[in-house]
Nanobody, 115 residues
């Protein structure tokens, strides 16, 4: 019922910045949580950041102070501003939305940080 499409990934030098976008479409409830996860080869998918409908956020310790999650004026869009990127941030970043209707995932966008 919900489709999520990520964009904004790419190749960037260490210390650089990227902004990821996630656009949700379909049947979307006003009360929903959205988040970003990342998955690197040989590693488990890990939580990067989440944001509630009310604007509460939380972050993985590894990205605190560097990444910022936010919602656009259209609440169906969520962003992840990534600053001071490190090679360890290299991963496929996926958007997630959770509501009473279920949990949905995007297909992900690749972020590669070179040293």
């Amino acid at each position: 019922q919900v489709q999520l499409v990520e964009s904004g990934g790419g190749l960037v030098q260490a210390g650089g910045s990227l902004r990821l976008s996630c656009a949700a479409s379909g049947r979307i409830l006003s009360i929903n949580n959205m988040g970003w996860y990342r998955h690197s080869p040989g590693k488990q998918r890990e939580l990067v950041a989440t944001i509630t409908s009310g604007g509460s956020t939380n972050y993985a310790d590894s990205v605190k102070g560097r990444f910022t999650i936010s919602r656009g004026n259209a609440k169906s869009t969520v962003y992840l501003q990534m600053n001071s990127l490190k090679p360890e941030d290299t991963a496929v970043y996926s958007c997630n939305q959770a509501s009473a209707l279920g949990i949905y995932w995007g297909q992900g966008t690749q972020v590669t940080v070179s040293s």
